[in-house]
């Protein structure tokens, strides 16, 4: 069974997020803007942004009662074909609203596995993201969905026969996890091989945010050709590259961005993409400075490092897009360590170098304590401490 993705024309969305106790109204809107960032990769216009005030999500719509009745005015005036919801939904919720509005739901959670979808390029992401999206439908098949999922649009149902094709659907899903998973396994092994092949050289990994500028700088670094857009998950697949810095020769690797909420299948799947991270010596974390929230996208980014176990590692942080910050906004920065880059510009982009081979040639020296530079002529001795 196949989910396609093609559309004749753009979708039209309605956002929709709450102000609850632990999320005040600034968060909330700030995670809808964010939202309607994804729903633009994902190709989808934003119609309308709606909040509601509620202590928790509801049981049964997420919003209440009352918002429902609002949204499916605007579907009806404004000609919307989807809504999308800021936080996971569970199975009954989106059948609940389905049935009441008649369009396609997203999550959170499905916007990003339908943007991975799009964006992987390699067989190994792209199976990644196949086995991450199965399974988060397995369990919230509902009839509505799966005839939306193959009319895009379709609202019609078949009474008996539709939940006939559900299980059809779902032994069709079961099955094509396991093929998945066995593909996976494969092609891992192979991955495996191909790292175990780059013992012996230091290796260098971005990390940080999506849509922070960590492609831009790995071209600049690397002289790469890596796909560079403005664009959430404009990189999904991991590209490796060769460095040579003032005669030393390490491995630069660029990695899928990190986000908010990022779907916890999607991580399980990814790990082995991740074990670039897990394996790097060094760790460039790239940060938007420009962006108001900045903190609270580094704040995700250590926190997601942790959960892959990924600690104790020296960290480079890059503060990038400097150049889109007043003299005003530069002189209160605050921040304790780190470089102030623009990697549109090349502002700081040599100084960011230089740092980066220090750091790159202690790794250098723990693997070959005896290797005295050619260029800059001297040995580890330099970093005796």
């Known amino acids: 069974m196949g989910f396609e993705t093609d559309q004749k024309e753009a979708d039209k969305a309605i956002l929709v997020g709450l102000i609850t106790d632990q999320v005040r109204q600034a968060q909330a809107e700030e995670y809808i803007d964010e939202l309607e960032f994804l729903a633009l990769t994902a190709k989808i216009e934003t119609v309308k942004k709606v909040f509601q005030r509620l202590p928790r999500p509801d049981l049964r719509y997420y919003i209440g009662s009352g918002k429902l009745e609002e949204i499916k005015i605007i579907i009806e005036t404004e000609n919307v074909n989807c809504l999308i919801f ?9 059948r609940n609203l389905e049935r009441e509005t008649k369009v396609r739901i997203y999550d959170r959670s499905l916007l990003i596995l339908d943007i991975f979808l799009d964006r992987a390029q ?146 399980e799947s990814f790990k082995s993409t991740l074990d670039e991270i897990k ?28 959960e892959l176990g990924v600690v104790d590692k020296p960290v480079l942080y890059v503060y990038n897009k400097v150049d889109k910050l007043s003299e005003e906004e530069r002189e209160d920065l605050q921040v304790e360590k780190g470089i102030f880059v623009s990697a549109t510009t090349g502002q700081n982009i040599d100084e960011f170098k230089k740092t980066l081979f220090k750091l790159v040639e202690k790794e250098h020296y723990k693997i070959y304590p005896n290797y005295i530079n050619p260029e800059t002529h001297y040995s580890k001795d330099i970093y005796s401490e």
């Open 86 to 94: 800021d936080d996971d939904l569970s199975p009954s919720q989106i």
């Open 122 to 267: 390699t067989a190994q992401a792209k199976t990644q993201v196949e086995l991450a999206r199965y399974q988060y439908i397995l369990p919230r098949l509902t009839r509505m969905w799966t005839h939306l999922e193959r009319q895009r649009g379709g609202t019609g149902t078949r009474g008996g026969a539709g939940e006939k094709e559900i299980e059809t659907d779902r032994r069709m899903i079961r099955d094509q996890i396991k093929v998945l998973k066995t593909r996976l396994v494969k092609i891992e092994k192979q991955m495996k091989v191909q790292r175990k092949h780059r013992e012996g050289i230091v290796r260098v990994s971005f990390v940080g945010y999506t849509n922070v500028g960590k492609s831009t700088l790995m071209n600049l670094i690397a002289k790469s050709k890596v796909k560079e857009e403005d664009k959430l998950f404009a990189t999904v697949d991991s590209t490796v590259r060769k460095v040579f810095l003032n005669g030393i020769q390490f491995l630069l690797s660029d990695t899928v961005g990190f986000i908010r909420k990022l779907p916890h299948h999607l991580i």
């Open 279 to 306: 394996e790097a010596d060094v760790l460039i974390h790239v940060v938007d400075i420009s962006y108001p929230f900045h903190q609270n996208q580094i704040e995700v980014v250590e926190k997601t490092l942790k």
